[in-house]
Nanobody, 118 residues
């Protein structure tokens, strides 16, 4: 059974840093596109950052220059380094996996809470 398990969330002050990790039990992890999304109550889940199997990264404008997504295929893990955190970054952060090749799949993690205090 495929599982995505996030960790690293918590409470941090404005300007602080956190690193989220997502451990994926996917046999074809190295071929998957991985992403981080986030969601706050009453709002739709939104994309934060993506990393392809080839290591190409993309970021939404509201995190560019502050967040870095990376992956370690040997550990089946994707990371999100978050620096210069702002109160508006407070959300539940979700790990997402999508296959770029057959067999096609999409998976979500259970989420980890990030709270940035002002």
């Amino acid at each position: 059974q495929v599982r995505l398990v996030e960790s690293g969330g918590g409470l941090v002050q404005t300007g602080g840093s956190l690193r989220l990790s997502c451990s994926a039990s996917i046999s074809t992890f190295s071929r998957a596109t991985m992403a981080w999304h986030r969601q706050t109550p009453g709002k739709q889940r939104e994309l934060v950052a993506t990393i392809t199997s080839g290591g190409i990264t993309e970021y939404e404008d509201f995190v560019k220059g502050r967040f870095t997504i990376s992956r370690d295929n040997a550990k089946n893990t994707v990371y999100l380094q978050m620096n210069s955190l702002k109160p508006e970054d407070t959300a539940v952060y979700y790990c997402f996996a999508r296959s770029a090749y057959p067999p096609f799949y999409t998976y979500w993690g259970q989420g980890t809470q990030v709270t940035v205090s002002s």
